[in-house]
């Protein structure tokens, strides 16, 4: 419930974050550089959490970094799950030659680090929103993939799929009605979990420069802003990092809690 709590607290702020941040989240103030946050020294009501180095406000950067952080999120699970759900039962449900293509084709991507294979794809295409959430759907796939297929061989020598075979249901309606059906509930924890990972690859990434590029916001790149003033100016760097932990946090408690109510052996 904690967890469902965070979630939906996040989203709310993702959602109305432009009735919600006080100021502008990219238009500087050159006058209100690097103020600390409103109950230490030298700061100011005006200013919950304090600014950056550009004068800008970093609660108002926070509630606009939570939209980006839950857009990519969502949608790069949308894509990574629904090509490696596809592909975990059709490897399952046909096997053989089928089977053995596609594994290789997963084993051929878990070979190489995620990250390393995006950063290289990265560094060929120009980052922007749009190709960071295609290029992290396109290689978390394989995760889905293989636990999918784990289901479906267990699946499709239960009795009720070999009765459908056996009056002659086409595969296609065997795997709509028979097979997928019966996978969601670990479809659906995965990809909760899934979530979390891929809101920290993002923030990974653009901390390294290479994912969400400014003037957009998001909670990597205010940590790259804020690496060089830790010493000095904490604020800059250390509520980002609290906002991360926080949510995904939240993500996991909540996959951990759907995992429980849908797992029927529970």
Not at 246 to 253: E, N, Y
């Amino acid at each position: 419930m904690v967890g469902l709590f965070i979630l939906i607290s996040v989203t709310l702020i993702a959602i109305f974050a432009d009735f919600i941040a006080p100021y502008s989240p990219t238009e500087p103030q050159l006058s209100d550089i690097l103020v600390p946050p409103s109950w230490q020294e030298g700061g100011t009501s005006a200013y919950l959490l304090g600014t950056d180095n550009l004068g800008r406000d970093v609660f108002s950067r926070l509630i606009y970094g939570t939209r980006v952080s839950l857009i990519v999120g969502v949608l790069s699970v949308v894509v990574a799950g629904f090509i490696g759900l596809i592909i975990g039962v059709v490897s399952a449900y046909f096997g053989k030659w089928v089977d053995q293509i596609l594994m290789r084709i997963v084993d051929a991507f878990l070979s190489i680090p995620s990250i390393l294979f995006i950063m290289v794809i990265l560094t060929i295409f120009s980052p922007s929103l749009t190709v960071l959430i295609i290029v992290i759907g396109l290689t978390t796939w394989v995760n889905y993939a293989r636990i999918i297929r784990g289901e479906v061989l267990s699946l499709k020598e239960r009795e009720f799929v070999k009765a459908s075979q056996t009056i002659g249901t086409s595969h296609l309606t065997i795997i709509r009605k028979n097979l997928i059906p019966n996978v969601m509930s670990t479809f659906i924890v995965i990809s909760t979990l899934s979530v979390a990972t891929t809101i920290i690859l993002e923030a990974s990434l653009s901390f390294l420069g290479l994912g969400i590029q400014p003037p957009d916001i998001s909670w990597g790149g205010m940590l790259n802003d804020g690496r060089d003033y830790l010493a000095t100016h904490w604020w800059m760097g250390t509520f980002p990092g609290i906002a991360i932990t926080i949510t995904v946090l939240g993500i996991i408690f909540l996959g951990d809690w759907l995992r429980d109510v849908l797992d029927p052996r529970l």
